[in-house]
């Protein structure tokens, strides 16, 4: 099977690729404009293999889409190219109309093209996966906010389709929900929080969700106007090894590291479903070859963390790994690490809590995180540790240990 990949020199795409080349005997068409979030460094394990190949493509640009699917002829695309930063998006939300929005209808419109001219065998096998994200939902009550009934579809617990823990109706169990989600589900009023699950309105809050609402319903449309065969994926937060340091785990490896502040956007508090990188991929390529047409999955860690959660776990982590001689950082503020912790100004229109339903894909298709918060992110860590230490600082913290 070849799969046109398109973003993926981005943080997910990458993964994706580095699953399939490593793990199956599939090929890789890799579409990449390669903006600033972009990088071929993370494709380094796979790019000699000969089943590996890369277009650098602007998705906006229809000619040049053409050619690849004429050139190509793929039997599948994992659409994951996208402007991808919430701060950026309320900064400066034209890009991103233009990529998730026109480079999304873009796309759909040369498959579809090249769908068309098909044999009648290929035609059938052939599959559009759009890889979306939880944030399309809106948000979801928030273990200390008494006053969020109403507030907006996804926050409705009396909705019929929200999946809530704890009660009977289209639920899993509490014990199988519960393990690993944290502090979000210590008590009773806690474990009737809801989840999204594919049924949840969408409700999306900024910009760059708006944007990726409106992507995900033009493939919708494209399905049931002209029967082209789309799968959409929606994913919690990813963490893991090449992000890009403008997102939260990173930047908060990177700052440390360099005794710059660490920025908290209002109380911390916010919650996300944090999902491993690489859990994701494998998700991704299971929807991709297994997946039903028409089909939407929610893919979720079972990771419930507070953002300050979050980076404490960071800081506790950094002053286990960078050893003291060379701490300079930690050595010089009494708090170690979490001195450099300061509370801004909120981000406007946050998102307070996101939760993932994933039992659909789970019993469908049989997949289900494997990586704990706990030893995914000691992983993560260590994975810039390791870049930082010998590609970027040089010989500054050669003597650091463990890593
Ligand atoms: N990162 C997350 O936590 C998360 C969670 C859920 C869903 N998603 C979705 O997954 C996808 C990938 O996310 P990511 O975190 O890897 O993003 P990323 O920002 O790391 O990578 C995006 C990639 O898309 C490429 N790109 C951007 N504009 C392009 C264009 N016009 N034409 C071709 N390529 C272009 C960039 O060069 C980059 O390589 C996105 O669609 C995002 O919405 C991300």
């Keep these: 099977m070849k799969i046109l990949v398109t973003g993926g020199a981005g943080f997910i795409g990458s993964a994706v690729i580095r699953h399939i080349i490593e793990n199956t005997q599939d090929s890789v068409i890799n579409l990449d404009k390669l903006t600033y979030a972009g990088n071929l460094e993370s494709l380094l394990a796979v790019s000699d293999n000969e089943r590996y190949v890369f277009e650098q493509v602007d998705i906006c640009d229809r000619a040049e889409l053409d050619c690849v699917f004429k050139q190509h002829q793929p039997d599948a695309v994992m659409h994951l190219a996208a402007e991808s930063h919430v701060d950026r998006?309320?900064?400066?939300?034209?890009?991103?109309?233009?990529?998730?929005?026109?480079?999304?209808?873009n796309l759909l419109e040369a498959a579809r093209a090249y769908w068309n001219e098909l044999d009648a065998d290929r035609k059938q096998a052939f599959r559009f996966h759009h890889i979306s994200t939880d944030e399309v939902y809106g948000d979801l009550p928030h273990p200390n906010d008494e006053s969020y009934v109403g507030r907006g579809s996804a926050r409705q617990m009396d909705s019929e389709n929200q999946s809530c823990v704890g009660q009977p109706s289209g639920c899993q169990s509490d014990s199988e929900h519960n393990v690993g989600r944290g502090s979000?589900?210590?008590?009773?009023?806690?474990?009737?929080l809801p989840l999204f699950t594919e049924q949840t309105s969408y409700a999306p809050s900024s910009p760059y969700s708006a944007s990726k609402a409106s992507s995900d319903h033009l493939v919708r449309a494209w399905l049931r106007t002209y029967g082209f065969p789309t799968i959409i994926t929606t994913s919690s937060n990813?963490?893991?090894?090449?992000?890009?340091?403008?997102?939260l785990i990173p930047m908060v490896i990177l700052n440390s590291l360099e005794g710059k502040d660490l920025p908290i956007y209002g109380k911390g508090d916010q919650i996300?479903?944090?999902?491993?990188?690489?859990?994701?991929?494998?998700?991704?390529?299971?929807?991709v070859t297994e997946g039903v047409i028409g089909e939407t999955y929610n893919i979720g860690?079972?990771?419930?963390k507070q953002n300050i959660e979050v980076v404490h776990t960071i800081c506790d982590l950094l002053e286990e790994l960078v050893p003291d001689n060379n701490n300079s950082i930690a050595a010089g503020n009494?708090?170690?690490f979490k001195g450099l912790i300061t509370y801004v100004i909120d981000r406007p229109g946050h998102d307070v809590r996101y939760a993932i339903d994933a039992s659909k894909i789970e019993k469908e298709l049989g997949w289900k995180p494997e990586e704990s918060f706990e030893n995914g992110i000691?992983?993560?860590?260590?994975?810039?540790?390791?870049k930082k230490v010998y590609e970027f600082i040089g010989n500054d913290y050669q003597n650091t240990q463990n890593i």
């Design 89 to 105: 998006s309320i900064d400066g939300p034209a890009e991103f109309m233009q990529t998730n929005i026109i480079g999304t209808y």
């Design 378 to 386: 000691r992983k993560t860590v260590e994975w810039y540790l390791h």
């Design 184 to 192: 979000a589900r210590q008590n009773e009023v806690q474990q009737e």
């Design 334 to 336: 009494q708090q170690g």
């Design 272 to 287: 996300r479903d944090w999902l491993y990188v690489e859990d994701h991929a494998r998700a991704l390529y299971k929807v």
């Design 301 to 304: 860690g079972h990771n419930e």
């Design 238 to 247: 990813n963490y893991g090894p090449y992000q890009f340091p403008e997102k």
